[in-house]
């Protein structure tokens, strides 16, 4: 049976099951565990749910009829499923747009201008609060906690994607480069490579360090007062 999804906030789907890609999935991960113990693979197989409705339908999310599957699959408590499925932000339990936007405010990233941000994610999406999708369906905005990079704050994370170093005019360009079907590279959005410095490495910019003075000779270590405690001539 396919799966069926109406727009966001409409009905949830009456069917669902896995296609080959999510079966092929399934697989691998259920070979991890004793087969007592397969229920252990509860997250993984919700994460295969919700890569499936966004291939499938273009919005990634969790319908409860999926939910149903997978605890049949787990032979587990329908019950137990929801409260995983329920409990941690990263799974969707209704529809969203095709592209994520999830805008950590936490400490961090609110010191580094993540208003600015959530500002820009609203000017460009017509969303006028988290937890809202845009009338065109491809954006759906949600405030998230801390996403745990902080030296590249402020963070707009796109479904799993990171962005970093945002301020507003480069969250207004990212966000008009997904409406044109583009994907930018993750990472920072700034001139440094991970989280070294902007701009390039400020220490050790030699490519080798400074030769030790007395490089060359050869010393033969005599024994120090204690066992094991190499003497040195200096």
Known sequence: MSTQLTAPGGAEPTHFAFDAESEQQIAGILAKYPPERKASGVLPLLYVVQKQMGRQTGSAWIPRIAMDVVAERLEMAPIRVYEVATFYLMFNTKPIGRYHLQVCTTTSCWLRGSDDVTAACKAATGIKAFGETSADGLFTLTEVECLGACANAPILQVDDDYYEDLDGPRTLELIEALKR????????????????????????????????????????ARQGPHLHQPVWPE
């Open 181 to 220: 079907g583009e994907r930018p590279t993750p990472g920072p959005t700034i001139d440094r490579m991970s989280s070294a410095p902007a701009g390039g490495r400020k220490v050790l910019v030699d490519d080798a360090a400074a030769k030790p003075q007395g490089q060359g000779k050869t010393h033969v």
